[in-house]
């Protein structure tokens, strides 16, 4: 019951702020991130092909915030896919703490139609502090809602 007061109280934050700074895209993702393995997902563009892909991340014995840059977010040939590169700080605030880059390499499809965005991605972390260490196995699954769109095109 304690988690699921959590969980809703930082959906309803996430969702909040993400009202207010204009975010193209709210939702969840799911996959293995500096031992947790939920994690409240927002995108907000930069320009038309630029953007940040935040999240921050329960269900381990701490919180994980990751805000990284996606400087290349472009389509795939002609397709309805998109793929994306980026990097980022990647914090872990439990015991122990954790301060580190993560990069980003992940591919979206965005449904015409409805405002829904759905995504995986592979993130691996190069841990600085508290231990210095690399984890190759970050990978996650990326569910969002798009907003200020009518579903026929992409966040950019």
Request: hydrophobic share 45%; charged share 15%; net charge negative.
């Amino acid at each position: 019951m304690k988690y699921l007061k959590i969980l809703f109280l930082v959906g309803f934050f996430a969702c909040v702020a993400a009202m207010e700074s204009n975010a193209q895209e709210v939702g969840i993702r799911f996959g293995n991130f500096s031992g947790n393995n939920v994690a409240i997902d927002g995108v907000f563009g930069l320009g038309q092909f630029s953007r940040i892909h935040a999240d921050v991340s329960f269900g381990g014995n701490g919180v994980g915030l990751d805000a990284l840059w996606n400087p290349i977010y472009r389509p795939v040939s002609t397709s309805d896919f998109n793929y994306y590169l980026g990097f980022g700080p990647s914090f872990y605030f439990g015991d122990p703490f954790a301060f580190g880059v993560a990069g980003e390499i992940g591919i979206e499809y965005a449904f015409e139609g409805v405002p829904i965005v759905i995504g995986a991605d592979w993130r691996p972390n190069l841990r600085i502090v508290e231990d210095t260490d690399f984890l190759a196995d970050q990978f996650g699954l990326n569910i969002r809602w798009r907003f200020g769109n009518d579903g026929s095109g992409s966040t950019n």
